[in-house]
């Protein structure tokens, strides 16, 4: 049996808040929205019941965010890509900002089990001043559970019309790939963090973010693996190489906070479900 779910979520203003409406078909919901920092920030948890995606399965989730509307989301657990017979399974994600909108995309990290045939695609659309911090992380193979990514691929691919595309297949049996400097240099999670605007970021606020991102960078345990850079001077990236995913996850939670800081004036508050 496959799971097909799609699930819409709107964030807009609201007499001094940010409400969020969503409907869904299929095994995908938010839970209750809540106002763990200000009534402006919406913060939801999306849920996915079967816990995993297996092959033939899809998830598709559609985010718009209003002008004025500020709106985070995460998961409660793993994104989960499982071991498919022959048909692969596809997660398809698209984020649309409005002018003036602000949007956190937070989800855990993603495990690619052996012998997955796994699709995980993330498409953005951001109007002049908005502003968007995103995250993805992805974990190759259960190294804590002894099974290592020997067989299975994950193609890979994030895409910003006209500033940013990445696609990527990683293939177990691509040894070169894996294994190579050039490559994964044998690490098994591949973290990208980045902060993508709609309008061109002032030079100086960027060298700023750019500094302060480095000397998280550089106190950290992974710092030889990882890196930040601005692909365009409405994008900052940060990347990094580990051999499993916390440390990695870690390293952006840092960033992730120096940025809430630096771009928007606001403290870090992390989402309650990352305290359970």
Request: hydrophobic share 45%.
């Amino acid at each position: 049996m496959t799971w097909n779910a799609t699930l819409d979520i709107r964030y807009a203003p609201a007499e001094g808040r940010t409400v969020a409406r969503h409907r869904h078909e299929g095994p995908l919901r938010v839970l209750k929205s809540l106002y763990p920092e200000s009534p402006r920030v919406c913060h939801n948890v999306l849920v996915h019941p079967p816990g995993g995606i297996a092959g033939g399965d899809r998830l598709d989730v559609t985010v718009h965010v209003d002008g004025g509307a500020h709106g985070l989301i995460s998961t409660p657990g793993a994104t989960r890509f499982y071991r498919s017979d022959g048909l692969p399974a596809v997660q398809d994600v698209r984020l649309h900002l409005a002018e003036g909108a602000r949007l956190e995309w937070l989800p855990l990290e993603t495990l690619v089990y052996p012998g997955a045939r796994a699709e995980n695609r993330l498409a953005l659309a951001l109007a002049p001043g908005a502003a968007l911090m995103g995250w993805d992380v992805v974990g190759l193979g259960l190294p804590h559970a002894g099974q290592p990514f020997e067989r299975g691929w994950l193609a890979q691919r994030i895409e910003w019309p006209g500033v940013w595309l990445e696609q990527a297949r990683i293939d177990a049996a691509d040894a070169r790939l894996l294994g190579s400097p050039l490559g994964l240099a044998g690490q098994r999670c591949v973290a990208t963090l980045f902060y993508a605007s709609g309008s061109p970021l002032a030079r100086a606020g960027r060298e700023q973010a750019l500094e302060l991102t480095r000397e998280v960078l550089d106190a950290h345990p992974l710092a030889a693996q990882c890196g930040a850079t601005v692909l365009d001077d409405r994008l900052l990236v940060v990347r990094a190489l580990a051999p499993v995913t916390e440390p990695a996850v870690g390293l952006l939670r840092q960033v992730w906070a120096v940025w809430r800081g630096h771009f928007w004036s606001m403290p870090a508050v992390p989402p309650r479900i990352w305290a359970m």
